[in-house]
Nanobody, 119 residues
Framework: QVQLVESGGGLVQPGGSLRLSCAAS????????MGWYRQAPGKQRGLVAT???????NYADSLKGRFTISGDSGKNTVYLQMNSLKPEDTAVYYC?????????????WGQGTQVTVSS
């Protein structure tokens, strides 16, 4: 079993910053990818950013420069620093852990943390 615990969401004014944290525990080994996805009301869940245990990072193009992902694949932790937040960043943010096994990624998800950007 794999569990993901997120923290750090909340209400912030436009232009403000938030830092999300996620820690994974359980049967975790081999090549892995950790990251963040988000889902706004009425929209599909989409990529925010990911990084792999091999050191590769990937960002949604629209978020480059404002959001920074970091973490420690050895400790199975991932963070998301969000700066210059805009109302359109309002969404539920989900931590994701993907494990590579038998030629495919197996996904695990956190419970989600709400981020609201509003004045």
């Amino acid at each position: 079993q794999v569990q993901l615990v997120e923290s750090g969401g909340g209400l912030v004014q436009p232009g403000g910053s938030l830092r999300l944290s996620c820690a994974a525990s359980g049967s975790i080994f081999g090549l892995r990818r950790m990251g963040w996805y988000r889902q706004a009301p009425g929209k599909q869940r989409g990529l925010v950013a990911t990084f792999t245990s091999g050191g590769n990072t990937n960002y949604a193009d629209s978020l480059k420069g404002r959001f920074t992902i970091s973490g420690d694949s050895g400790k199975n932790t991932v963070y998301l620093q969000m700066n210059s937040l805009k109302p359109e960043d309002t969404a539920v943010y989900y931590c994701n852990l993907a494990l590579w096994s038998s030629g495919t990624w197996r996904d695990y998800w956190g419970q989600g943390t709400q981020v609201t950007v509003s004045s």
